[in-house]
């Protein structure tokens, strides 16, 4: 005990208060797996008592009791060497006796009393220069309520991990406490939870002795709690040596059975990286009304479970297109913008609006304007503000695009005579890493939906949109278990957060 009185609460007897602070105070500076010996000598019995620290500075309590009459010889009421052998302390130097005044029982029988005092009087012979006191209350008491006074021997952390920027999870702890903290002392500080299938995550509190040269690692507790991901601020409180209270998140903390190794052994080697991203969704606006509104539906539930489930920026694009026209006088739909660079709910109050129009109708039923579509998403990336996302586009439809010039096929060549492999091949070369998915329903599969869907490929029909934005790398899976928390939000691997 450092700079501060201790007061027992025991009535204020001199030598109960006395014999208290020394208890308080010899615990303060006993080292680990030393041994303080109290030697207790009550009206019925006599009771050799150890207090030591165990190795994670957590206080360990032992007793053995010996009733008078079995420390009597035939031809003496009291042995002095059966009282020796009984009392004997660990360490002389940390040696205690300790006489407790008759409460006034029945117990307290005048030949009892005669042999506790008796006892007394030999081992303070004994154990001449021994500090020796008389108390008014059972030494189990006071040493449980000293228990409580203790100051913390080692260092207490919390075991954390540290994610890199490339996803790589790194051991690490959070000081708590140091050596000389006292019962209530506090310590706040954040985590961050990250998302696993295993929601479960551990408090593990360890011990570290301050003076050694390399770290050793001591299990205190294991605690865990069901956590829901993200920050939490967390308020740590010593209750006592091998005891920490942990206030302020959302679910308690309830004891957990793994071992240090078991927790250990459970933490993945990373976290999937997530990565920025801009989302464009094209989509066919003309054909029959039940395939437009399929084809709507799936981009609805793609953007709904990116949002849901992307742990990086996201931003949304939205065009539709149709069919060209070839009669003349006759005018055909352009290109339609319906978003660009927005979030999700502005993506998807377009989409709602779509949702309640009819599909296109009057242009050409062998193509679609998709070599169009192509050559207006590109032309926006290109100069687009968003340089650090990557892009990610994803055609709903069913028709092929018009080709550049005249071929063998049924379909009239683009009025611009775009060329939609120029296109795409322009996109990739200039956005190094672009992902691209088609949702797709047309028989046969028209080259340019193959390279469309190099990444991700669906029907409209029982549409996985989950899976399908998984291959395209907009939603990471979460790792099988997480189960410790971790000292911020991890980085991706370009430092965005």
């Not at 003496?76 to 008759?102: G, K, Q």
């Not at 959302?250 to 957990?256: A, E, F, R, S, V």
């Not at 290109?382 to 096929?409: E, N, W």
């Not at 996985?464 to 939000?489: D, H, W």
Request: glycine residues 8%; charged residues 20%.
């Amino acid at each position: 005990m450092t700079g501060c009185a201790v007061h027992s609460n025991f009535g204020g007897d001199p030598g109960t208060d006395e014999f208290f602070g020394r208890v308080v105070g010899e615990a303060a500076s006993l080292g680990v797996e030393e041994v303080i010996t109290i030697a207790e000598f009550a009206p019925e019995q006599a009771t050799r008592w150890e207090l030591s620290f165990d190795l994670t500075g957590a206080p360990r309590v032992t007793a053995s009791r010996v009733p008078w009459a079995d420390l009597t010889d035939d031809d003496c009421p009291l042995s002095p060497a059966r009282l020796e052998d009984h009392i004997r302390p660990v360490t002389p130097a940390r040696f205690l006796l300790a006489c407790v005044r008759p409460a006034g029982t029945a117990a307290d029988a005048p030949s009892a009393r005669a042999r506790q005092t008796t006892a007394f009087d030999l081992a303070t012979r004994l154990y001449q220069g021994i500090p020796a006191y008389h108390v008014a209350v059972p030494v189990g008491d006071l040493i449980r309520a000293a228990r409580k006074e203790f100051p913390l021997a080692l260092w207490y952390r919390l075991a954390m991990l540290r994610a890199c920027p490339d996803g790589t999870l790194i051991m690490t702890t959070q000081r708590l406490f140091p050596p000389g903290a006292l019962r209530g002392d506090q310590r706040m500080f954040e985590i961050w939870v990250e998302p696993s299938e295993d929601a479960r995550t551990a408090f593990v509190v360890l011990a570290l002795d301050d003076d050694a040269d390399r770290p050793d690692y001591r299990l205190v507790s294991v605690q865990s709690a069901q956590l829901p991901p993200g920050p939490h601020q967390v308020t740590a409180t010593l209750v006592r040596p091998g005891l920490v209270r942990f206030d302020g998140l959302p679910g308690p903390l309830t004891g957990d059975p793994r071992s240090w190794a078991e927790v250990k052994a459970a933490v993945p080697g990373h976290i999937p990286a997530s990565h920025p991203a801009h989302l464009v969704i094209a989509v066919e606006l003309c054909g029959p009304q039940l395939q437009y509104a399929q084809r709507v539906d799936c981009a609805i539930r793609l953007i709904q479970d990116v949002a849901d489930g992307a742990r990086a920026p996201i931003r949304y694009s939205l065009v539709g297109y149709g069919s060209h026209v070839f009669p003349r006088m006759k005018d055909e739909p352009p290109i339609e913008e319906l978003c660009w660079s927005d979030e999700a709910p502005m993506a998807l109050a377009a989409l709602s609006r779509l949702r309640n129009r009819q599909a296109l109708t009057g242009g050409s039923a062998h193509a679609a304007k998709l070599e169009c579509a192509l050559h207006h998403v590109a032309g926006r990336l290109a100069t687009g503000s968003m340089v650090d996302d990557r892009p990610v586009l994803v055609t709903i439809g069913t028709l092929p695009p018009f080709p550049c010039a005249q071929d063998a096929g049924e379909a009239l060549p683009c009025k611009q005579g775009l060329d939609w492999r120029k296109t795409v091949g322009a996109m990739t070369d200039r956005h190094d890493g672009m992902a691209f998915g088609a949702v797709y329903d047309g028989e046969p599969v028209a080259e340019a939906w193959r390279f469309l869907g190099s990444h991700a490929r669906a029907l409209p029909a029982g549409f996985a949109s989950r899976q399908f934005a998984a291959a395209l790398g907009l939603i990471t899976p979460a790792p099988p278990a997480m189960p410790l928390p971790l000292t911020k939000e991890p980085l991706t691997r370009d430092g965005r957060r």
